[in-house]
């Protein structure tokens, strides 16, 4: 498990501090273009809530389109943190280290992002208040606690605030050591930032106590939040394909591959911006890439059968439906990649050990399955709202608007630049992680050959 | 767990080297004691109770479409057979593929429990006559409304009883397959060891195994392709044994997660069938000093989680039927589970999921070896309860309303269930079928024991060579040598 | 206001009378101030029609995969009017995070303009799909600005809007003869005094009928359990407060008949 040469704790300060400490041209460039296109972004929403709905592509039947394609799919993304940090940190996996922290940070990023969503694509977006906060300064009204949409800023948010505290906690002797090695005021900024921290056996005990507690905590809540998305859609009584109840594991499922598949993009991103090739190694490439396979076919089994009890009650209209997906252009053709790029294009890749250890073709598997899962969600919603029931007379299409794509490309830029901004004052990777992985790393001896081994305390 | 120079003496007094697991493994399958044909004489009684039950049922009620609705109890406890011991061996698989250390002292236990694959095909076989066809009236078109809803879309090539029996038969070849690849280098080893009809059978059947490094590397890779295949074979029979005798016999049951549910309450039954089985083997079967409390530990964490996600799957279910308001959904949630068949549903609920929930949330449960053994027992109990609320409704739909397009249409007022749906009761001879299904589960198991060593011997060798314990900083600590 | 006497608003609509004419469309638009409905907005489908005929072409048997060959003369148009079932059980209404939409005791499924906020959601899980949204801001030329109904709201973009039973009538008519008058409210107040729903007031043909179903006497009560009486998408269980009645048709003569 442990390839590579075994490394100091002070190589890893350096190695790990690097971006924090230095100025390149590319980094400044780089957060300055995804602003600019950012900027460009908000600039479409304000022209949007100034117009109205009306330079959407939005029409009856098809009410909802991108806006909430994209909200589904950054609440996916954001499901990574949680795989990762949580679970193998609770099953003692060694290959997680260095990826705990982006996906943590990955996570409240993307949260964030998707809430605009649906803030941004109301009618009345400077409204919002009815919705989020209880507000009953005159009627005696309160949020309808009944409706799908009420529960899903209650569990997102849920979500986020624990994410935050997670990424916190685990940020703490980091910032401990930050503080140390810097003069002046960032000096006293990290110094209140750690929160004191002095590295003493009772402060680790507490916070490993914290991190366990708050990674058992967090699992529920992350199950939760994509099945109360996926209630937005399940709910739906007059939507046909829709109403399913195997909408909340599908969706869970689906949120893990593209959340995992987005990490492995974060992190051979990482890797090769930040010449982190010692930390981030073909080791870890190779488990996320077995893991991968896993969830992806998982993923695939619900597919199916979501896709199959669409046709079982052999009811005409939904066989009409599942018809247009498959045979009618261009939804065909849209389905159709859906399905190669989130599963058998990756799949097939990553059953190949090479492909597994090689970053870059795992940049490549993982682009193609967010893709797929973009498609996805897409593909759920629009075609299920375009023919939703018997009356095909009102049946209808959605194609987008250059607004609605402009706003799409935003988020995933306003992501991006969230990230490499974090990535400057804060380590993306956790430094006493690493540390604790090269401690624990051993070898055993068997007959002739030495096996690399792990110490456990059990 | 302790590494020791000393001699190994026969008998229950093991030294765990190598040589000394060897010497007393062996020793524990061609060893017959009193306790032993005590438990074989009880099982058999069961499974002659269960045969006597399933002969007066054939002979008074027959196999036909009138006669399903007396062949519920039968039914359940099909499924039961196959969540229970069906899915055992996934625990060997699984745990194999995520290389868990701790899998080593059970995985053969689990697949063991493939033996009983034979069982599932003999139970499997009057099923297929009681399956009402697709095409109810016989017209060749099918339509709604005159025949049954069902994933398949024609016959007979599409035809359920093809791909049932099939499937069924495929899993129990399957899991025969993984535990004669999986035995095969023990089976040289006991047929050096003993005597008598069983060496030579075990030396035939283990078909010239030298153990050279090629046949390891070989048997390694069959391994995992064998696992990996028994695992979708399983939920490929779940999906389709849910599905074809149950979901689709109620009109306008039309519910996606019913078959990823009764998968994972096999995942689930089986994590608990094979905790109670370590635990037997532990306390009652002198296989102490293998079984430390790693398995435990570990395996109800795999438990709480698989607990967790049971509990997850029937929210989805029942959130989603219950505030669309659509009548139909509204009558089979009345049906599964709060009027018809409410105290199967209240006990399976309970067992399945309040109590293993309430018990493996503490750490002192998880960390004992009691703990986990009764929060198994009862992930079983549970699993037979929810067989029973599946399987016992479906059977007893009349065979005219098969058709209907919702269970409204035969409903007597709207919203009210109709007296033919009331619960139906066990008669003692459903006891008897019940009794027998579970004797036959562990005579069989038992059996097997007595013919291959019901803990793996090379992998426990393979786990010595692993797994150390020495010093660091203050105390000590495992070393686990992780060769991949 | 004197005691408020219960009622329960319900329209029946007859198939088998409807011609198609749209006149109840264009009553309801000019009673509502529903934005117009250009062109250019049907393209997008936006349209905002708050009742609406739904055309179906009826072909024979043999014809149905190939309808464009079916001889012109064995064609029929079919019409259905459709508009706000205003549901008893509305699958609308639970799905509101703002409680913009809710039954009152009147059954009617009300609409609070103000409290909208646009999440769309209403409209999505209506399987009759007869909610709009002002996707645009409406604007009415100079000109016919004083067409527009005093009574009624004007809804501004980003607002949910649907078919009200003429609310504005009903409270008026009740505010004049129970109130005022303090008698209790007949079909033939309705008809006399103006108060029927715009849609019904117009048809020629007498498809739609307006009425009390509280009232014994009145003509929805008596025609709900007609014989040729059904509910659209009944089988979803919203329990609709509009009730269709079966079209005769002469060349299905002995047929169950289909909706």
Known sequence: ?458 | MHRANGHTTVGEEVQLTPQGVTEHLSYKVFNIDKRFVLALVGLGVLVILGIIGFIVRAVDDGFSDAARPQWGYYAAMFGFLLVTAGSAPVAAIAFRWTKNHWRRPLSRASELFALVGILNVLWFIPMIFLLPGIDLNGDGVLAVGEDRRTIWFEGPIGAPLWWDTSAVIGLALCGLAILWVSARPDMVALAARGTGWRARFLSWLSMGWRGTEQEWRLQQASLAVLGAFYFMLLVFVHTLISLDFALSLVPGWKDSIFAPHHALTGLQAASGTILVTIFLMRTCGGFRQYIGLDPFWSFSKVLLGLTLLWGYFWFSEFMTFWYGRDPTEQTVVKLVMFESYRVAFLLNFFFSFLIPFVMLIWNVVRKSVIGPAIAGASVVIGAFFMMVRLYVPAFNIPQADLGAHTVADFEAEAGQIAVQLLPVKPDVWDGFIVAGGVGAIALIFLLGTKLLPVMSMWETKEGLLYILFRPFIKGRYMVLGKPE | MAQRKKHKWGMIVDIDKCIGCQACVVACQSENNIPMNTEERFKERRANEWIRIERYWEVPEEYRSKPEEAPFQDVKARFIPIMCQHCENAPCEPVCPVYATYHNDEGLNVQVYNRCVGTRYCANNCPYQVRFFNFWEPVWPERLRNQLNPDVTVRSRGIMEKCTFCVQRIRRSERKIEGQEGGRLTDKDLAEGNFLPACVQACPTNTLIFGDFEDPDSQVSRLKDDPRHYKLLEAIGTDPNVIYLKKIDPHHEGEEGHA
């Open chain 1, 1 to 458: 498990m442990q390839e590579g040469k075994p490394l100091t704790d002070r190589e890893i300060n350096r190695g790990l501090l690097n971006i924090l400490f230095e100025n390149p041209l590319w980094y400044w460039g780089l957060v300055g273009l995804l602003a600019v296109v950012v900027l460009g972004a908000m600039s479409a929403a304000g022209y949007m809530i100034n117009h109205g709905l009306g330079v959407t592509g939005l029409n009856r039947p098809v009410m909802w389109g991108f806006f909430i394609t994209n909200f589904v799919f950054w609440i996916g993304i954001s499901h990574a943190g949680v795989m990762l940090s949580a679970i193998l940190r609770l099953s003692k996996a060694e290959w997680r280290r260095p990826a705990t922290r982006a996906a943590e940070v990955l996570t409240v990023f993307s949260l964030m992002t998707a809430m605009l969503m649906p803030l941004i694509h109301t009618g009345r977006a400077w409204r919002i208040f009815y919705w989020v906060f209880p507000y009953d300064w005159a009627r005696g009204i309160y949020p309808n606690i009944r409706s799908a949409l009420v529960w899903d800023p209650s569990a997102v948010f849920t979500y986020l605030t624990s994410s935050i505290l997670f990424v916190y906690i685990a940020l703490l002797p980091d910032l401990a050591v930050i503080r140390d090695r810097s003069t002046g005021l960032r000096r006293q900024i990290y110094s209140i930032l750690c929160l004191g921290w002095k590295g003493n056996p009772r402060q680790w005990k507490l916070q490993v106590i914290a991190g366990i507690l708050l990674s058992a905590l967090i699992l529920p809540v992350f199950v939760s939040v994509h099945s109360i998305v996926s209630f937005d859609f399940s709910m739906a009584v007059s939507v046909k394909s829709w109403h399913s109840t195997i909408f909340p594991p599908y969706f869970v499922i689906g949120a893990v591959h593209s959340g995992v598949a987005a990490v492995v993009i974060v992190m051979a991103l990482m890797r090769f911006l930040f010449g982190w090739h010692d930390y981030i190694r073909p080791e870890h490439f190779d488990a996320l890439g077995r893991l991968l396979i896993v969830v992806a076919t998982g993923w695939f089994f619900f597919f199916v059968m979501e896709f199959i009890f669409g046709l079982y009650g052999l009811e005409g209209d939904e066989i009409g439906m599942k018809d247009f997906l498959t045979a009618k252009p261009p939804w065909n053709w849209w389905f159709i990649t859906f399905v190669g790029t989130t599963y058998f294009i990756p799949v097939s890749m990553w059953l190949f050990k090479g492909v597994r250890r090689n970053p870059w073709l795992m940049l490549v598997a993982c682009v193609s399955v967010n893709i797929g899962m973009w498609l996805e969600r897409f593909l759920i919603i629009v075609p299920g709202l375009a023919q939703k029931q018997t009356f095909n007379f009102v049946w209808g299409t959605y194609a987008p608007s250059p607004v609605e794509v402009v706003i799409i490309i935003g988020t995933f830029a306003l992501v991006s630049m969230l990230m490499l901004l974090f990535a400057k004052v804060f380590p993306l990777i956790p430094l006493y992680d690493v540390k604790e992985g090269e401690i624990l790393r051993s070898e055993i001896q068997i007959g002739r050959k030495k096996v690399p081994a792990v110490i456990r305390d059990e």
